[in-house]
Each structure stands twice: as C-alpha cells, then as structure tokens.
C-alpha cells in the first residue's frame, strides 16, 4: 500500500470535508485500487436466477462480473474476463446458459467456472498449458444473505455478518417480508440502470439519510405521487412514520441507516386508500408482523447505505440499489425492486406502477435528486470552487453511543452519517488493515462518547 496521507480530505472535529475527494482523477484511481477491492459489493439477488444456467452480469467497482448458478444450485460469482486475452465470455444482461463461450478465441467455460473446450487443444496447448489452472476468476468471499448475494475481493475480509455488524437490522427491514417472516423478498421487473454525472459518493452520503434535502422534493409532495395518490393523502410515501422517534445511525464499519421507532400501540396506518386489496394485504401483514416480532416490530425502516456504494430504501418504494463508480464525475446506478415472493400478483402489480412513479431516470422523485447532484459537481469541480471545504457541521457532537439502539445514533436531522462514512473512506484510502477498517478502535464508537 502506498503511504499516500487522505488526512486532509476529512476533519472530522470541524466537519470540513475537501472538494477534492469528488472530483481528482487520482483520488478515484485510488478508490479503485484501494477502496472497491476490499469491501463487500451487492452483486444480486438469488431470485434472479433461479434455474440451473441462469446468469446476471452485474459489476463489481468498475469490472464486469456475472453471477450464476450452476448445474448444483450452487451460485457463482466470475470476473467477466476470459483468461485468455481477456474479453468478456459473457456478453449479454441476463439468460441461461449451459457454458460461457468467449467470442474472441472460442475458449469456454463451464458454469462452475472451470476452462472446458479450447480449439485445437491437442495440437497447440497440450504439453503447454494446464486447463485446471486457467478457470474464471472468483472472488475469495461470496455471501447468500437472504437472498442477497455480496462477493469480496479481499482474502483477508471478514465475513459479511462481521462486516454489516449491526446495521444488519436495519438491512433487515428491507429483506424481511412486510409480516416479520425472515428473508422471502425478490428482485421484481426489470433492473433500472442509467447514469448520472456525479461522483458515486453523493447518492451514497443521500442515502444515509439526508432528511434536510426534503424540500427538494416539495413539488412531488405537493401533487402527491405515493401509493394513496389518488385519495386524500399528499407526498410520497404514506404518514406511517409521521409520529415516530427518528433515528440517525452509523456504525463502525462506515454504514449509515436513518430508520424509525414507532410509537407503542400504534395501530396501522392506511396507505393504499384507493385499493382495498391492497391495503387489506398490508394491514394483514402489519398484524402479523406485530403478533411475530412483539415490541421490535415498532422499528420501522426507511434508507440506509452499507458501506461503501450499495444502499436501500427500506420500505417505500423498497429498493437495493449500487452507486457504481464510472468515473470521478459519474456514477451509474443500479435499482433493483423488492417485492414479497409469495404476496399476491395485485400487490405486485400495484407496487411495480408505484415503484416506476417514484423511482428511476423517470422517477418523479428521482430526477429531483439527479437535478441536484448533476448541477452540484458542474459548480464544484472548477479550479476555485475546489479550493473551499463543503460544510459537513449539521448536528456536530449531537450523538451518543448506543441510545437507544446499537450505533453511533443521532436523534435529530444531522451529518454524522457522512461524517462517519468518509472517517472510514479515509482508512480504506490510506491501507488500513481489517481492525481499522472495521472501526474497533475508533472513539466514536465508544460508549463514552456523549
Ligand atoms: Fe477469450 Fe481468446 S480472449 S479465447
Ligand atoms: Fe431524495
């Protein structure tokens, strides 16, 4: 690792963060080298493939990878980059398959990873080349995480549990079907995927929870586009959370989740006034979910980002989504939609219109946040421009350690989450090791702290 210092890009005490990180070529490079080969990246959802030969090429940073299962059920993640010369043996979005076959040479491989057919083996390789050592390229450290596949670069890492620490109940409520049941979720429709110039890190940072960037969405709430829309209920989403205790929280591993605790007793709020299937549906499941967790089903979700690049809308409109790097100014975007497996096809149907409203390059809601971020990097990353710090002081030393939850929490509108996220970014940046990167020694997270 390089002794290269990122001490200045962040001061924490004074919540000062540098222009630069957004915007250097050479910082990127560095994320590239030092950042995405260590951390835990969502890759997909198992549902995607469900079958023997099924495939989804996703990516990893900035590489190519697919993700498959193999004639054992087994799931597979692959560098898409034959061993060959390196061109992609997989060339397509989705499908199935019985082999990749790499369009350059012909090389192939077999779902399971391992070099099968190469022409005019017997004449040009034998003797030469060993098939067995020449295989795809796997990440040492894969997790199916109910459903989520996450793949790791580094050897070294800690499992995905160590990882997630306690940030995995929050992940959770987005996993977890609408009744408090484990896990049951799928990718539904299609993956929504475009680009946006902006460096990945600000949709990362908006999505720990940037609750004071609500006015610009003043206008979607105003027509009123959540799944009441037609009815008497304006905004976005429904009021579930509207008499709940809000919880800003990160953790030492650099995640970020803003979640809610609702009121003891409260009853379910109507959210689908204008289709009583719907809403019959939800309020079951809100039922059970009461009658399953008991008092920890008060905690209630909203978005979230596990460190560095995947975050999750938790509960309206539920989403995993990846803010890939593409380059120091642009970030391509991954949506993928969650639904209940086994919730009926009217939900679905339901939630797919609501979900395409809300989100995506189309989004109401989205272009907002898209309008934000693409004119903020145009009048930032000039020469002057990058010469003065953004201002990170929002709620400065308002947080304490574990209260009421696990975490470093905050309890009003704050920017301890970005401030945590970059803490962490910085060690990765500088080639920590796994104790720092994990935070284990880091003073914030300590329950002194006040
Ligand atoms: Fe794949 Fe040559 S690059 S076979
Ligand atoms: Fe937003």
């Known amino acids: 690792m390089s002794g290269k210092t990122y001490e200045h890009y962040v001061d924490l005490k004074k ?3 540098s222009r630069d990180m957004f ?6 490079r560095d994320e590239l080298e030092k950042l995405f080969p260590r951390v835990w990246q969502f890759v997909g959802h198992e549902s995607q493939i469900p079958n023997p030969g099924d495939y ?5 940073g900035e590489e190519s990878v697919i993700l498959c299962r193999d004639k054992k059920q087994q799931i597979h993640v692959f560098l898409n980059s034959c061993r060959h010369r390196g061109m992609k043996v997989c060339l397509y979005d989705e499908g199935n398959t019985s082999l990749f076959t790499c369009p350059y040479h012909a090389w192939s491989y077999t779902l399971d990873g391992k070099l099968q057919g190469v022409p005019m083996y017997k004449t040009i390789y034998e003797g030469c080349m060993e098939k067995a050592d020449w295989g795809l390229i796997e990440p040492p450290k894969l997790c199916n995480y109910k459903g989520t596949i996450w793949a790791n670069w580094d050897p070294e890492a800690p499992d995905f549990l160590a ?17 408090g049941r484990e896990g049951g979720s799928e990718v539904f429709g299609g993956i929504t995927k475009w680009i946006i110039p902006c460096n990945w890190k600000f949709p990362a940072e908006n999505f720990m929870g940037d609750t004071y960037h609500n006015v610009s969405h003043k206008s979607v709430d105003l027509i009123g586009i959540g799944p009441s829309a037609k009815a008497d209920v304006k905004g976005r989403r429904d009021n579930e959370l509207e008499h709940a205790k809000h919880l800003w929280i990160n953790f030492p591993q650099g995640h970020g989740v803003h979640s809610a605790i609702m009121p003891e007793g409260q009853e379910y709020v109507e959210s689908f006034k204008d289709n009583p299937e719907v809403e019959a549906y939800f309020r079951q499941c809100f039922e059970e979910r009461r009658k399953r967790l008991g008092d920890k089903s008060r ?20 989403s995993i989504f990846v803010w890939h790097p593409h380059g120091p100014d642009s970030v391509e975007v991954w949506r993928f939609f969650l639904v209940d497996k086994d919730a009926p096809p009217a939900v679905k149907d339901f939630l797919r219109h609501y979900y395409m409203r809300y989100s995506g390059p189309a989004g109401m809601t989205e272009q907002d946040d898209m309008e934000n971020w693409n004119y903020a990097t145009a009048a930032s990353r000039g020469t002057i421009a990058r010469r003065y710090p953004y201002n990170y002081q929002q709620s400065l030393g308002k947080s304490a350690v574990n209260d009421p939850v696990p975490g470093n929490v905050c309890l009003q509108v704050g920017e301890e989450n970005p401030r945590a996220l970059y803490n962490r970014w910085r060690d990765y940046m500088e080639g920590k090791d796994w104790d720092d ?9 300590q329950p002194t702290q006040g």
């Open 437 to 445: 990167l994990l935070g284990k020694n880091d003073p914030m997270y």
């Open 15 to 17: 919540g000062l963060v």
């Open 23 to 28: 915007f250097q070529e050479g910082v990127y």
């Open 56 to 60: 989804f090429a996703s990516r990893m």
């Open 163 to 179: 990882y997630l620490g306690d940030a995995k109940e929050h992940l959770d409520l987005a996993l977890d079907c609408r009744d």
């Open 299 to 318: 905690l209630r979700p909203f978005v979230g980002t596990i460190f560095p690049n995947t975050s999750f809308h938790g509960n309206q409109p539920r």
